[in-house]
């Protein structure tokens, strides 16, 4: 249950939920974000977690139940693989930071030698006092009416630090740069933190998750009680939750798109992590009760980190003299500026910044812990007799290869990357899979040899109790998950990170990502359909019934139902046999 909390609760929910509420008009987004997350996201978490725990296999062996879909599998351990990169290069930036708090003031706390000369703090407004220009009108204790203020574009010192000296951030993803060694090493401490969590197995990290799933909500409710004590925090909760929140934003479809796909990011839906946590579950565990648990942990985890950074946004709105939702650029920096500016400004600061990053640091391992996990099941269970001799060696080298293909993300102009890949792999694909997910297990191996699947598991429940599921999995979910996906492809907008656009090319290789991990579901369905026998009806029904290995991993569990004569004679009689398996009511 923990390492399931810890991979659905991570950096998703700290640094990714407050970025995109404050993208989308702050309280707005919670409403489509708690629509998408009862209407999709637990339906689908569901889901996936029964048909994980029921066979007890990894993301591409579960499709045992929908061969003609293998593929689906197949998209689901890439997804993880690559997004593995660029976390990797998230739990790095946490460990810069942490490291940098080692220093008494922090090094963010005031312009120092690395800013440039639109550093200032505090933020610079002069006055236009009779066509003279005035900067120390405050000083002397001068009124000016907000007519005659001119703001000067400035950056905070936490705005600076982030991407002068954290980044050293090049104009564009035009120019790579040289590799940020500061990064590079941090990147490669995190591979081997990970690596050596898992070189036992999902039992190590297990262990490790005790404090790493427990230990963030100490520092978040920290965090909260002093953002709540600064000046101007109750205007950065008015813009979270109350009128303040820009309600017109409902209207635009990247509203809904990003409530979407931050349900099925925080909640890991479509990752094949839920499933390979699930197959480690007792057969009998009760799998609803956990997928309630999980979902709402997760939500309240959202919200909870929210209500902190939009009190420090307050604060700072206060203290820059900006509207809540002007005073920082919205993006991947949002928990790298606004939280530190923050920090800063405590008593202690230093001791209060290396818990926080430290906590940062925790969620994004217990994330990447499980999807490491995910890549090291499918390659074992590819090939059992291989390598489940040779699991430590195997995650040395998935380790490895996570540190080598990240380092792209640590150059001058790794920052355009990681927000390429999270924009492209993070939303459009997340929402295929999961239809096709979905879509798969409801129309094609049949609603209610599903729920019978899991009846063995949990036991007999009534039509009632089966009603709202049904409903989910046949109909709601599918369609909010299509008409999102069609509504926000037909308004797309080429993504930027802040103010520099990405070049044709890179918005091209962004395609490119998407369209590698979603091939393999019609190329493994071509390849499929050309080995099968028979006529073409024939080949289309043996691969859209289970093979004869579906079952409940031990024997002692599968009953009747999964007998080894009742699974003979499903074979010998493919009469009966249809695409849209077993009628829903």
Partial sequence: MLSTIGYAVGLGNIWRFPYLAYKNGGGAFLIPYFLMLFLAGLPLFFMESALGQFCSQGPINVWRAVPLLQGVGVAMVLITLIVSFYYNVIIAYSLFYMFASFQSPLPWARCSGWGSDNCTDPHTVLCNVSGVIVSNWTQQNMSCPPSDQIQVQSQTPSEQYWDEEALRRSSGMDETGTVVWHLALCLLLSSIIVGAALIKGIKSSGKVVYFTATFP?????????????????????????????????????????????????????????????????????????????????????????????????????????????EVVKEGFGLAFIAYPDALSKLPISPLWSVLFFFMLLTVGLDSQFAGIEVVITCVVDACPSLFNSKRALLTLAISCSVFLLGLPCVTQAGIYWVTLIDQFLGTWVLLIVGFMEVAAVSYIYGGNRFIKDIEMMIGDKTFCFWLWWRACWF??????????????????????????????????????????????????????????????????????RPTEDWHPYLEKHRGERYSVENQTNKCTDTSSVSVISSSWL
């Fill in 217 to 325: 909500y100490v520092v978040i409710l920290i965090l909260l009680i002093r953002g709540a004590t600064l000046e101007g925090a109750r205007d950065g909760i008015e813009y979270y939750i109350g009128t303040q929140s820009n309600l017109t934003k409902l209207a635009d479809a990247q509203v809904w798109k990003d409530a979407a796909t931050q349900t099925f990011y925080s909640l890991s839906i479509g990752w094949g992590g839920v499933l390979t946590l699930a197959s480690y579950n007792n057969f009998n565990n009760n799998v609803f009760k956990d997928a309630f648990i999980v979902c709402f942990t997760n939500a309240g985890t959202s919200v909870f980190a929210g209500f902190a950074i939009f009190s420090i946004l307050g604060h700072m709105a206060f203290v820059y003299n900006k509207p809540v939702g």
């Fill in 475 to 544: 109909f709601i979910s599918p369609c909010i998950i299509l008409v999102i996906l069609v509504w926000s492809l037909l308004t797309f907008t080429s993504p930027s990170y802040g103010s520099v656009p990405y070049p044709d090319w890179g918005l091209a290789l962004g395609w490119c990502i998407a369209v590698f991990v979603l091939m393999w579901i019609p190329l493994i369905a071509l390849y499929k359909f050309i080995k099968a026998q028979g006529s073409v009806w024939e080949r289309l029904k043996s691969l859209c």
